[in-house]
């Protein structure tokens, strides 16, 4: 069954000076249709949306809405267009209750006044998340919900200005499982109703799951549009990468010498939330993954490693010695690369070349001052060795893509030559291919003699990483399974929802 | 590796034009200084006197400021430098009056200051409370003590070696307030620029989690931000007295907001992180600048602020990012 289209865009040409972002670029998407747009950074996803909700104006082509050509110059003209986007960064007013954000600005009125009708608001905000098949308080100020109902209250207002196009940049990427499964729940409830998604995401498995159709850009063309269901991960990834550029995202089985010493041992740990009673070794040049849900205590794990939390008992011994505190485990080769790089990774203002130094002040400074020069030698070679795509040093990395980003948190830390490397979900926001050299990098510090804890949400890169893989549940270790004996992401899965055994997986292609 | 490069889209922001805005308050300086050379140039604007006048009254300010910057920079604010600036000043002619030498009043108006931003420093890294309430209280506070201590009488400095030092004097025929003005500043440039402690004082007021997590110790950063801050504006107040030869408890009244001024006109983000000497060092003259030209031309004061706030704003537009 072929549904109509709603909007059909060709050949949009979009250039910023006399780089072309968008050469002859054509989109097309039907009636209650979900549609993943995908590409690496840089392949002018984000552009071309931004033409359709009208941030951006187009050099040349044309958009058609139910057939009808229409200019969105500015982003009012989008909305009347009934074009809405779904921002990653979300733009709710937080002190502001659920229902005076999804009306502002368009708050009803008492007739022939300007007063505004609170309880008519109300009932009409509680009218339209009821429509969602959500549970949220019109009356609730949006800085106490959780990310996931953000979203929602976004969609929510997107909705009540009649839009019928949504675009969702990354919608999922700071949900944890349960808002996920909510989430999907939703797009589906608005297709039926008739609603058409462009859905931006880097999950592959995702975009399988609930998408329709896909279309893959590339270099600021559209390389591919297939229905979902003739396709596989593989054939996605090599569209995006163009054909012989595709890295294998595939596990090496590597070989940890039995004699080697553990790193780091981790005994009877218990913090004052989520871990009650964990412990486990790494061993230098291993890799192990820790799997467990959002929330699980992953996170608070690897910061008491890394000496920013104190255990309420039990202790981390590094070379047989216990952790101090930061400072100390950081002068001990202690490296951690945190969830969230823009908050807790860079300074984004700052340029490469400062980020890269950061922690390593203290080795580039000679009597007070920082031996610039010397230090200018290892920022060039980190940016050489992790192929960190900037214009030079001296680039804000605020401008810079996430996976370069990422890039620069993680070699800031390989530039202190770490024993110990603690990288907390490392790949978000990360397109496949600085993906791919991101695995191939720390392997590659593995094999060197790097001890390497990689905490992730997304199995398909603990899977192609890890050497053991440690499943946390319900403040324990619930599972130790060295990836050999793991055959595919079921049975991780599994054993991370918390069954004792892992099923064996039926149907796994 | 060059084959994937692709052609990453540029927001229009990233284009050239950044460069001249991070100049805007050099370009700002020499404008005012052409305009009142061709208007008021032969009304001894560029005398030799005239310009000497100029570094003299802005010392202070510079002082201040260069402090200021490192402030500033490290995401901070410090409003009470004006009546620390006063409080040294008295602790100084205070102690001399009372028969001490110099250096003991100096050394003493130097504890004053630091104890001031030590008070700051605490409440700000070590209570949690924002430094613009912790510091705006202190200012009032601080100001309070000043009026108390010789309930507002003057006192009188009459050690000749302590007033040429710090304010009457000259060196070479080159007025020690100059002095003062440039080798704080030198200095300040080079611990800014060239010093680990710049650097993490940069980082800091960047991102300050991210400077956690890269083994920065915030807090002790922003404590020897305002104990600078501190040290500076009691340095201010003796320069104040020695130029004075007294003190006062009203010396250093809107100092604060003048600095302030000329730092952020130097192109120093006002939110940190990104911050230049240099430019809180032109900021600085551009004001004075402003200033003894117009009092040349002949406005009167209540013009003279007029004019002088109408060029900060304009300043400080030209200097803004676009970017949001």
Redesign the interface.
């Known amino acids: 069954m072929t549904r109509p289209t709603i909007l059909e865009m060709t050949d949009i040409r979009k250039s ?2 006399n ?3 968008l050469k002859r670029v054509a989109f097309s998407l039907r009636k209650g249709e979900v549609h993943a747009l995908m590409g ?5 996803k ?2 071309l949306m931004k033409i359709l909700t009208g941030v951006y104006s187009r050099d040349g082509g044309s958009v058609l809405i139910d057939g009808q050509p229409v200019e969105v110059h500015d982003t009012a003209a989008a909305e009347r267009a009934g074009v809405a986007m779904i921002f990653q960064e979300f733009s709710l007013v937080p002190t502001l209750t659920v229902a005076q954000n999804i009306f502002l600005k368009r708050e009803p009125r008492f007739a022939g006044t300007p007063f505004i009708n609170g309880a008519e608001m109300k009932r009409q905000a509680r009218l339209i998340l009821e429509e969602l098949g959500v549970d949220i308080d019109p009356d609730a100020p949006v800085s106490g919900l959780s990310v996931g109902y953000m979203q929602i209250v976004e969609i929510a207002k997107a909705l009540s200005k009649k839009a019928r196009i949504l675009v969702m940049d990354e919608p999922t990427s700071s949900l944890s499982e349960a808002e996920t499964e909510a989430l999907f729940e939703l797009v589906n409830r608005l297709k039926a109703s008739g609603i058409s998604i462009v859905y931006i995401s880097h999950r592959m498995a995702e975009i399988l799951k609930l998408c329709d159709r896909v279309t893959v850009m590339r ?2 063309e559209t390389v591919m549009t297939a229905d979902c269901a003739d396709l596989s991960v593989a054939q996605i990834v090599e569209a995006m ?2 054909a012989g ?1 595709a890295t294998s995202f595939e596990w090496k089985d590597r070989q940890v010498p039995a004699t080697a010493k553990p790193v780091v041992q981790v005994r009877n740990l218990r913090l004052d939330k989520r871990i009650d009673d964990v412990s486990f070794d790494i061993k230098a040049g291993e890799i192990v993954g820790l799997a467990g849900l959002m929330g699980s205590g992953r996170t608070e794990i690897a910061e008491t490693i890394f000496g ?1 939390r104190r255990a309420v008992s039990g202790e981390v011994l590094f070379d047989g010695v216990p952790v101090a505190n ?2 100390d485990a ?1 002068a001990r080769g202690i490296a ?1 690369v ?1 969830e969230d790089r823009r ?8 340029s490469v070349r ?1 980020n890269i ?3 390593n ?2 080795r ?2 000679r009597h ?3 031996q ?1 020069a010397v230090a200018l030698q290892t920022v060039r070679d980190t940016i050489r060795d992790l ?1 960190i ?1 900037t214009d030079g040093p001296d680039k804000l990395s605020r ?1 810079l ?1 996430g996976g370069n980003q990422q890039k620069i948190v993680i070699g ?1 830390w390989l530039a202190r030559d770490p024993r110990l490397l603690i990288l907390d979900e490392p790949t978000i926001g990360v397109d496949i ?1 600085a993906k791919s050299e991101i695995v191939e990098t720390v392997r590659a510090m593995a094999d060197r003699g790097m001890a390497v804890l990689v905490i992730s949400s997304e199995l398909e890169e603990l899977m192609a990483i890890s050497d053991r893989i440690l499943v946390l549940h319900g403040g324990r270790i619930a599972q130790d399974m060295n990836r050999r004996d793991v055959a595919t992401e079921e049975e991780l899965h599994h054993a991370i929802q918390g069954h004792s055994r892992p099923q064996a997986a039926l149907g796994a292609a | 590796m060059q084959s994937k490069a692709t052609a990453a889209p540029r927001p229009p922001s990233a284009l050239p034009k950044v460069q001249l805005q991070n100049y805007v308050v050099y370009i700002f300086f020499a404008v005012v200084l052409l305009f009142f050379s061709v208007t008021i140039g032969d009304k001894g604007f560029l005398s030799v006197m005239n310009l000497f006048n100029i570094a003299r009254t802005t010392a202070m300010i510079t002082v201040i400021a260069v402090a200021m910057t490192f402030v500033i920079s490290a995401g901070e604010l410090d409003l009470s430098v004006g009546s620390t600036a006063a409080l040294a000043a008295l602790t100084c002619g205070l102690v001399m009056q009372a028969g001490f030498g110099w250096p003991v009043a100096v050394l003493a108006a130097l504890v004053a200051g630091l104890a001031v931003g030590c008070l700051n420093g605490f409440f700000v890294t070590l209570i949690g409370i924002p430094s613009f309430l912790v510091t705006l209280g202190m200012m009032q506070f601080i100001r309070g003590l000043d009026m108390r201590v010789t309930y507002t009488n003057p006192v009188s400095i009459s050690n000749q070696s302590f007033n040429s030092l710090f304010g009457s004097g000259n060196l070479f025929g080159v007025p020690s307030l100059l002095i003062w003005s440039l080798v704080i500043a030198v200095l300040g440039h080079v611990v800014l620029k060239y010093t680990g402690f710049g650097r993490e004082i940069l980082a800091t007021g960047g991102n300050r989690m991210a400077a956690e997590y890269s083994g920065v110790k915030t807090r002790r950063v922003k404590f020897a931000a305002f104990l600078l801050s501190g040290a500076a504006a009691a340095l201010a107040g003796m320069l104040y007295s020695g130029m004075m030869q007294t003190a006062r408890f009203n010396f250093g009244e809107g100092a604060e907001l003048m600095a302030i001024a000329a730092v952020i006109l130097g192109g120093t983000s006002l939110f940190g992180g990104r911050g230049t000497i240099l430019g809180t060092f032109a900021g600085s003259l551009l004001i004075g600048t402003i200033n003894n030209g117009l009092i040349i031309m002949g406005l009167d004061v209540s013009e003279q602020m007029m004019v002088s706030g109408g060029i900060i704003i304009l300043a400080v537009a030209f200097g803004k990012k676009p970017t949001a």
């Open positions: 910023f000076g780089i072309a972002v690496g950074n840089g392949a002018g984000s552009t270099d600021g990468l163009g550029n920013r930061q400072a950081i951690l945190p908050k807790f990774g860079l300074v984004l203002d700052h400062d130094i950061l922690p002040l203290e580039f400074t007070l001052f920082v610039d192929a795509k401008l893509s800031k291919g």
